[in-house]
């Protein structure tokens, strides 16, 4: 199978994590958005794992920036001191 960013996929082996869609590849490797909400990458020796899926299985989640809480400071931050000449 010949991977492209956009495809849509199934990893045979992990069924668990849903229909994904490639987001980029490498000679190397292809980094692949599942259904589970998280990137995986995938090294190329395990494309044939990879079968093609129906893009209307796949299923984004919110993203996994906007699932994290933002980090608050518990103290806040102190200006800098100023060189005096």
């Given at each position: 199978m010949?991977?492209?960013?956009?495809?849509?996929?199934?990893?045979?082996?992990?069924?668990?994590?849903?229909?994904?869609?490639?987001?980029?590849?490498?000679?190397?490797?292809?980094?692949?958005e599942?259904s589970?909400?998280?990137?995986?990458?995938?090294?190329?020796?395990?494309?044939?794992?990879?079968q093609?899926?129906?893009?209307?299985?796949?299923?984004?989640?919110?993203?996994?920036?906007?699932?994290?809480?933002?980090k608050?400071?518990s103290?806040?931050?102190?200006?800098?001191?100023?060189?005096?000449?």
């Amino acid at each position: 199978m010949i991977l492209k960013a956009g495809n849509f996929v199934n990893h045979t082996v992990a069924l668990a994590w849903g229909t994904g869609k490639v987001v980029a590849v490498t000679p190397t490797m292809a980094t692949i958005e599942f259904s589970d909400g998280i990137c995986r990458k995938i090294a190329a020796s395990h494309f044939h794992i990879l079968q093609p899926a129906d893009a209307a299985a796949f299923s984004a989640l919110a993203g996994i920036e906007q699932l994290k809480p933002e980090k608050k400071r518990s103290v806040p931050r102190t200006p800098k001191k100023k060189k005096s000449d």
